[in-house]
């Protein structure tokens, strides 16, 4: 005899969600409200020097003189779908703590803060360490020069050359005819 498997019962359909109460509309959020987001807790991470690198970071700032209006958020871009945003970072580090540290800090931070702050999900953050800011180097101190005695002083003329003097004659050092 054989034994078949029986055919599967299909299984009632579930219900569909009860609506949601309260005022209708929806609510969406920007690319740029989720970078600023994203920003502001990425430059809370020890080790940021700061978002972008040298380039962008000028560029942006050369945008925002001649009238253009700043980049959101230099350094940081978000793409936002209905219910999810993706973030990418790129930014300089300071130099001193290690980069992987600084890089898992501030996915943490971004991963943190756009979701508490904007109900997204987020399904990734790229950090990019572009550039390590170095200290300034340590100029040695030099020695302040003398200050001048106090009262008033003469100015210094030079003493008048001897005619003729490391120099070939010339009109004017002749004797008239």
Known sequence: MDHQNPTP??????PAAPPAVGPAGTTAIGEAAVAKVAAAAARS???VHALG?????SFGALRGAVGSGPEP???VTAEVGATEA???VVLTATFGRPLHHIADDVRSEVYRAVESLTGLRVIEVNVEIGDVHLPEAQTPELPAPEAPAPGPRAPETPAPAAPGAGHPPTASHLEPR
């Open 53 to 57: 690198v040298g380039g962008p970071r």
């Open 45 to 47: 991470v020890e080790g």
């Open 9 to 14: 019962t299909a299984l009632p359909p579930e």
């Open 86 to 88: 993706a973030v990418d």
């Open 73 to 75: 958020s230099p350094g």
